[in-house]
C-alpha cells in the first residue's frame, strides 16, 4: 500500500508512461475535453483541487524540463497568483504562449488531469526532461 506521495492510482499509471520530452496536461475545470488522450478527472467541488496543488503533488516524481502556459495566464490574474507558479516551478522556464496556441499542444500529450479549478487560464503542459 502506498503511504505517501501521489496516492491516485489513475495518477500513478499515467504518471509512469511519461517518457523523456512527453507532455502531461494538467487542467482546469472548463477546459476542452479531448477524446483522443487520456483524461483523468479529480475535480470535487470549485476549487477542490486546483492545478497548483496537482503540481505540487506530483512534482517530486516527474523531471519537468520546460513548462507551456497561456499568455493570459498573466493578464487575468493577480500578481501573487502569477507568483505563487513561478515560486512553484523554482527556475523550471515557462513558455506564456497564447490559450489557441496552447491548446494545439493538449492532442500531444500522454494524459490530462482536470481538476476543480477556476483560476483563470490556469492550465499547465508539462515537458518531461
Do not use: C
Not at 472548463?30 to 475535480?43: N, V
Not at 503533488?57 to 501573487?80: D, H, M, R, W, Y
Not at 502569477?82 to 522556464?93: A, K, V, Y
Amino acid at each position: 500500500m502506498l503511504k505517501s506521495g501521489v496516492l491516485n492510482p489513475a495518477i500513478n499509471s499515467l504518471l509512469s508512461r511519461v517518457r523523456h520530452t512527453n507532455t502531461l496536461v494538467i487542467a482546469d475545470r472548463g477546459f476542452p475535453y479531448w477524446p483522443e488522450i487520456e483524461t483523468i478527472d479529480i475535480s470535487l467541488i470549485d476549487d477542490i483541487p486546483q492545478v497548483m496543488d496537482v503540481l505540487v503533488a506530483i512534482k517530486s516524481n516527474f523531471s519537468i524540463g520546460k513548462v507551456f502556459a497561456a499568455q493570459e495566464f498573466l493578464v487575468e490574474n493577480t500578481p501573487s497568483t502569477i507568483t505563487s507558479l513561478e515560486n512553484s516551478l523554482m527556475g523550471i522556464p515557462i513558455t506564456f504562449e497564447s490559450h489557441n496556441d496552447l491548446k494545439q499542444r493538449v492532442p500531444l500529450a500522454i494524459g490530462l488531469i482536470r481538476t476543480g479549478d477556476t483560476t483563470q487560464y490556469a492550465n499547465l503542459i508539462l515537458e518531461s526532461a
